[in-house]
């Protein structure tokens, strides 16, 4: 069980590390965006082609009503759900790996 628990607990870092590394990547977004970046920038179409699949995901859901004031709250949301994942995911993954490894 020793190797299970190692397995367990190596996957809850690497999904942590990926989750931080994303997290990042939407603060570059959120950032660029607040300046007039030129569209074909390789930076900006790479930071656009990562979190645009996942903030359109998140458009779905929320009502029309939310961009009337010209502020897009989907980063925001996204960050939140990112937080979720890693505290609810990652820490189960971490702490049964945790207890697997230590045998209990």
Do not use: C
């Not at 994303?22 to 300046?35: C, E, L, M």
């Not at 082609?49 to 939310?66: C, G, I, K, S």
């Amino acid at each position: 069980m020793f190797a299970l628990g190692s397995l367990l607990v190596t996957v809850a870092k690497v999904l942590s590390m990926i989750l931080t590394i994303y997290t990042y990547i939407i603060i570059g977004t959120v950032i660029i965006s607040w300046v007039n970046p030129d569209p074909y920038n390789p930076i900006v179409r790479f930071l656009r082609q990562v979190t645009e699949p996942v903030f359109y995901q998140v458009r779905r859901f929320l009502p029309r009503a939310m961009f009337r004031w010209g502020i897009d709250f989907t980063p925001l949301i996204v960050l939140i759900l990112l937080v979720v994942i890693e505290q609810m995911v990652v820490g189960l993954l971490f702490h049964y790996g945790q207890k697997l490894a230590a045998g209990v």
